[in-house]
């Protein structure tokens, strides 16, 4: 009985914040954007770079469970990621390998791409990992297909 | 039904030749001994998603077209391109590698491979260190000590711990295997327990499992192999490491000096190095300077990440300290299965690794400006030709705005985004599985590339394909000469 009401008190304390955060403005985040393989991504490139497999497992976030509470989202709300470079929105997943709060994971692809830094420092490798994003809830915004990725950016296609 | 015994796999760097299929009517139906990753190669590689006829996009729609036309096209782009770009190679063989590097000469174009976004940076420190390095066979009879520095292999090169290191059975050391899945059981059942625990006595959901310890434990002054992992994420491949180093992103470079100092019994007069503790570094140290036969790994988290190529030559000069005390090996993990082919090529081609740029009539390298991200950003190059590589969908934005602008060719046995924005597309045969080829595993071994079924009707290798646009463009150019 007890338990029962501390959470309650707990659930609706959540509640005020919440909804008290959303009234005076869309909470943002300051992180480090990781890239790099994961496996799902590896099967899903070899199935093809169309199926819905490789689609599905490129156009995700990993974060920190801790830093989705503030942005006040759940696992799989879309999520708006901007740096210097671009912005995009991608699937935000609750990382399997937390605790790594500040940390944002996605793995290499078109989406990836979008967001990351192309400077090569004279030496011809873009700097594809460890970059400086902000990240915000965009629930209403959808995370578009590769076909409607491509004509946003490049026209193409 | 055939069973066809040690092929190799054509997926990593890895390179594992252990395969064996199963082939009904001129399918792969079964796979024995490969990763998930070759698995969903063998068994899907002829999904739906294959090209089986060359297209030509005309009115911005792609068009079926012959091979003889779409060669011609090909050929006719590329001949009067004056600065074209040569890209890819990484997933295709030593032959058609040869044969590209012949057509990128014959037109006076920058050839570049997957390494320029890769483990470019590493070559570029190799040249200038130079490198302690072996085979993967040393490695799994006598290494005693594995680092996997920003590398993923769990996830990137899934049977390199079972087939090269801590889980492979050596002549002279012994398989992990056994103590990590006892591990495993102890950590499954204390999580188990601390969930119940806190589920009667909190009733509140659970959050993120508890971190690994960060303090060097006493295992890792065992006799048999260990495990360090050092990555900024704590991956699958560090949860299954005898201990494990989070470093703060960006920081790998003062990590690695930090390293090369204590090795050399040096004092730190700080605390902490890139969020680690000095002490627990320096019991690393000692671990590393005690073990007989030490080998390590290093991935893309170090040439990607700030510092790129200074990182490595930080690595390499480390691993050089440590040979003073102790013999100890390093190794990029290379990622397509015949990158370290394609460098290989190049080499003996050209003289250059990669970025080799032939507009003025011989081979010049200079990543920097050579290098095809840096082309693209300059906005230099007039055509490309991709080959067995998705750079659309792996290159910054900004550099893949100036390769879409221009006539675009892509040889690719499937449609991916780079096929998507390409005016000319050439289905071709899977390398490893339709048809046969050297490749060059992670450490400089060749492996034999097998063919296991036939291609889909009027389907060619990549190399067939490049020979006859090569013969295209030099028919072109000699028309115009005489």
């Known amino acids: 009985m007890l338990g029962f009401k501390i959470k309650f008190e707990i659930s609706r304390r959540e509640n005020i914040t919440h909804q008290g955060e959303e009234m005076i403005e869309k909470p943002k985040l300051k992180v480090t954007l990781l890239t790099g393989r994961t496996i799902e991504q590896g099967v899903g490139k070899e199935k093809g770079k169309m199926s819905k497999d490789y689609i599905e497992n490129v156009s995700v976030c990993y974060m920190d469970p801790e830093d989705m509470k503030k942005l006040g989202i759940k696992d799989k709300t879309n999520i708006l990621v901007s740096t210097k470079y671009g912005s995009i929105v991608v699937r935000a997943l609750k990382s399997k390998r937390a605790p790594h709060p500040g940390k944002i994971f996605i793995p290499y692809g078109p989406w990836a791409n979008a967001v990351t830094d192309p400077e090569t420092h004279g030496i011809g490798m873009p700097s594809l990992k460890g970059i400086p994003a902000e990240i915000e809830p965009a629930p209403n915004k959808p995370v578009l297909s590769l076909g409607e990725l491509l004509k946003q950016q490049f026209r193409k296609g | ?482």
């Open chain 2, 1 to 482: 039904m055939v069973v066809v015994k040690a092929v190799t796999c054509p997926v990593c760097g890895s390179l594992c030749d252990d395969i064996e299929l199963t082939i009904e009517d001129n399918r792969v139906i079964k796979v024995k001994n490969g990763c998930a990753m070759c698995e969903a190669k063998f068994l899907g590689y002829n999904g739906e998603h294959r090209i089986l006829k060359p297209l030509i996009r005309k009115n911005g729609e792609f068009v079926e077209s012959s091979m003889d036309e779409a060669i011609r096209k090909a050929a006719e782009i590329l001949a009067e391109a004056n600065y074209p770009v040569l890209y890819g190679w990484s997933s295709t063989s030593c032959e058609a590698i040869r044969v590209g590097l012949e057509l990128a000469e014959e037109i006076g174009g920058v050839i570049d491979n997957t390494a320029t976004v890769c483990h470019g940076p590493s070559i570029l420190s190799i040249q200038e260190v130079g490198i302690p390095s072996c085979t993967l066979g040393q490695i799994r009879h006598r290494a005693d000590l594995i680092i996997y520095w920003g590398s993923n292999p769990w996830s990137a090169h899934p049977r390199h711990l079972e087939r090269y290191t801590n889980f492979s059975e050596g002549r002279f050391q012994k398989s992990a295997w056994r103590g990590y899945i006892a591990k495993i059981r102890a950590l499954i059942g204390k999580k188990k327990l601390e969930r119940a625990f806190k589920r009667i006595f909190f009733k509140r959901e659970i959050s993120a499992p508890p971190h690994l310890r960060r303090e060097p434990p006493p295992t890792l002054h065992k006799e048999e192999r260990k495990l360090i992992v050092i990555d900024v994420r704590k991956t699958k491949t560090a949860e299954m490491a005898d201990y494990f180093i989070q470093v703060e992103p960006n920081k790998d470079y003062e990590l690695l000096q930090a390293f090369r100092a204590l090795v050399r019994d040096q004092e730190l007069d700080v605390d902490e190095v890139a969020g680690v503790p000095v002490e627990y570094l320096e019991e690393v140290a000692d671990v590393m300077v005690n073990c007989n036969f030490g080998a390590l790994f290093f991935g893309l988290g170090l040439t990607m990440s700030s510092g790129k190529l200074r990182n490595i030559d930080a690595a390499l000069s480390l691993i050089r300290d440590l040979n003073a005390r102790t013999k100890f090996v390093i190794m990029p993990m290379r990622g397509h299965f015949n990158v370290t082919g394609a460098n290989t090529v190049f080499t003996w081609q050209t003289g250059y690794p990669y970025a080799v740029d032939f507009s003025l009539g011989y081979p010049r390298y200079n990543p920097g400006e050579t290098s095809v991200v840096d082309v693209l950003l300059r906005g230099e190059s007039d055509a490309a030709l991709v080959v067995a590589s998705d750079p659309v969908a792996n290159f910054p934005r900004k550099a893949v705005e100036h390769l879409v602008s221009n006539p675009l060719i892509v040889i690719d046995p499937h449609m991916n985004a780079t096929a998507q924005m390409a005016d000319i597309i050439f289905p071709s045969a899977f390398v490893g599985i339709e048809t046969s080829g050297t490749a060059y595993r992670m450490d400089h071994v060749p492996l034999p590339l097998k063919k296991v079924v036939e291609p889909p009707n009027g389907i060619l290798s990549d190399e067939e394909i490049l020979r006859r646009i090569l013969r295209e463009v030099r028919r072109i150019k000699g028309e115009k000469a005489g």
